[in-house]
């Protein structure tokens, strides 16, 4: 399995607080991902990252912010978590330089409830 | 917008049967394709992949076939096992475009 770890797994919270998801890679990836995944949709990409410090917003960005500092961590944060963003987040990973193309190996996912 | 889908979304098999998982697709340039299995609490799990300029290809007791002309993508898995029960999706990407995922088709395999 790919070096992906995603912390914490579960958390429960309530609307209106803030939340951060880690997702932390051992493989040394250039490319990193947040997705989404809820009943009967596929997963749904929050937002990327390219790079350290490079970022950008997937098909759902909105009510999201992502940081990377480090190559092997990515950072999703709620800045004011509400009730529509209950869901199971996963980190993926990916290396290839022409990434869109390439493979993507995903996290064990973080199961997050906003009550 | 164009989308990735699946024609089943349950599947039930006889333990030692093979498995056809089916996809379609509408983004006709779309080059690459990947199939995942998602078990029960865990993240999606590559099991193999095609770029459009293969028709198949061939892993471990699986099979993906890709028909561009009616914009198809199967997943045929060989004597399928209890520990293959699982949700299969596709996933289709084209070149500097985000990847798209389909919802998944469960697959049970019955003892």
């Known amino acids: 399995d790919a070096g992906i770890t995603q912390s914490p797994r579960h958390k429960v919270t309530e609307t209106g607080t803030p939340v951060t998801l880690r997702c932390h890679q051992t493989?040394?990836?250039?490319?990193m991902y947040w997705y989404r995944q809820d009943p009967g949709h596929g997963l749904r990409l929050i937002h990327y990252s390219y790079g350290v410090k490079d970022t950008d917003k997937g098909e759902v960005s909105d009510g999201y912010s992502v940081s990377r500092s480090k190559t092997e961590d990515f950072l999703l944060t709620l800045e004011s978590a509400t009730s529509s963003q209950t869901s199971v987040y996963f980190c993926?990973?990916?290396?290839?330089?022409?990434?869109?193309?390439?493979?993507?190996?995903f996290g064990p996912g973080t199961r997050l409830t906003v009550l | 917008g164009e989308s990735v889908g699946l024609h089943l979304p349950t599947l039930s098999v006889q333990e030692g049967d093979n498995s056809i998982i089916n996809c379609a697709y509408s983004n006709s340039a779309s080059d690459y394709f990947i199939w995942y299995k998602q078990e029960s609490g865990k993240g999606p799990q590559f099991i193999i992949d095609i770029r459009s300029n293969m028709d198949k290809r061939q892993g471990q007791r699986v099979t993906v076939l890709l028909n561009k002309t009616v914009k198809h993508l199967s997943l045929q898995i060989a004597a399928t096992q209890p520990g293959d029960s699982a949700v299969y999706f596709c996933a289709e990407n084209e070149y500097n475009n985000d990847m798209r995922f389909g919802a998944g088709t469960r697959l049970t395999v019955k003892p």
């Open positions: 493989e040394n990836h250039r490319y």
């Open positions: 993926a990973i990916s290396e290839d330089e022409r990434a869109w193309a390439d493979t993507q190996y």
